[in-house]
């Protein structure tokens, strides 16, 4: 049951028989912060509720929800949705860390399914470059769909415009994104 963190805090102070004011003066907190988190009118940070919690002799316990990486599908549907060029490039590293740490036998369900369009070409054409690009580092065939002409650019683009970084992005693009008209250095697809 997941519960907000003034209901987890109310029923701490009550198993312990405290009153607002009484864990108030053991956790060195105005009384009036402590209504205001049971009331959930202020949600408190992690420290200051584990603070809480451990003045009312309770422990916080954090669980995290089993994790699946995003698809290429999935971040085509986000790269559509963001407008701004730099947090898409940003999306698109998460997913190539993701992509990293995935294990091998569950990486070709992530690039399989065709993305929807993002209406942009050079978006779009990411998406082809990041297909071929990740299903040759893992040994995997690169679905059919990277190959369509719409995953391919007439004029060259170099995602990261500054002039000092465009000769090394001719010079060190991978080959799945150069064919594609996509000049960008290969260090800049290791972290944003």
Known sequence: ????????????????????????????????TIAAIESGRRQPGVGLLVRLLGAAGARLTLESAEHRSLTLAELGGHLARTQDDST?????????????????????????????????????????????????????????????????LARSWYPTNLPSVRATAVASSPAAFRIRGIFIDDAELESA
């Open 88 to 152: 898409r490039f940003r999306l698109v590293i998460e997913f190539l860390d993701e992509f990293r740490a995935t294990p091998e036998s569950l990486r070709a369900s992530l690039v399989a399914q065709r993305p929807a369009s993002t209406n942009s070409l050079r978006w779009d054409a990411m998406l082809g470059a990041l297909a071929e690009h990740c299903a040759f580092h893992s040994g995997l065939s690169c679905p059919d769909w990277a190959f369509e002409p719409r995953r391919y």
């Open 1 to 32: 049951m997941d519960l907000a963190a003034g209901d987890l805090l109310r029923a701490a102070r009550w198993s312990a028989g405290l009153t607002q004011r009484d864990l108030a003066a053991k956790a060195s907190v105005p009384q009036p």
